[in-house]
């Protein structure tokens, strides 16, 4: 998982953070809003907690960085996105409609 998290670091400077389970991938886009671009669990280890865990210390993590707003979206095309749809109303993300531009996207906030 290191070597994923040092590749998007170089490639998109997309920050990584992740355990043997989980990963959530995200991006601060200026001083005070971050976007999450993909959570993902091990399926033997989905419903315990491991990811909320994770995206609660991310919340954390950002907060201390004077983030003020998180953005975050589920596409509705792929698979398992009811599981991230749920995840991201567990940390607490507001649903804030679908994409004008793209109708399978659905767009959230949280505001910390």
């Known amino acids: 998982m290191k070597l994923y998290a ?3 670091k170089e490639r998109e400077n997309i920050e990584v953070l992740y355990t043997d389970e989980c990963f959530l991938s995200y991006k601060l886009l200026d001083e005070e809003t971050a976007f999450v671009f993909d959570i993902y669990s091990k399926p ?3 419903g315990d907690g491991k990811m ?3 995206g609660k ?3 954390s993590k950002v907060k201390k ?3 003020k707003v ?3 979206n589920t596409v509705t095309t792929t698979n398992g996105w009811r599981n991230s749809d749920r995840l991201l109303k ?3 993300f507001i649903f804030s409609g679908k ?6 996207v659905n767009n959230y906030f949280l505001k910390i």
């Not at 994409?99 to 399978?104: A, E, M, Q, R």
């Open 57 to 59: 210390d991310f919340i």
């Open 90 to 92: 567990k940390f607490g």
């Open 6 to 8: 040092d590749y998007m």
């Open 70 to 72: 998180i953005y975050g």
């Open 99 to 104: 994409d004008p531009d793209d109708n399978v």
């Open 65 to 67: 960085q004077n983030v």
């Open 52 to 54: 909320l865990e994770l």
């Open 44 to 46: 033997s280890v989905r």
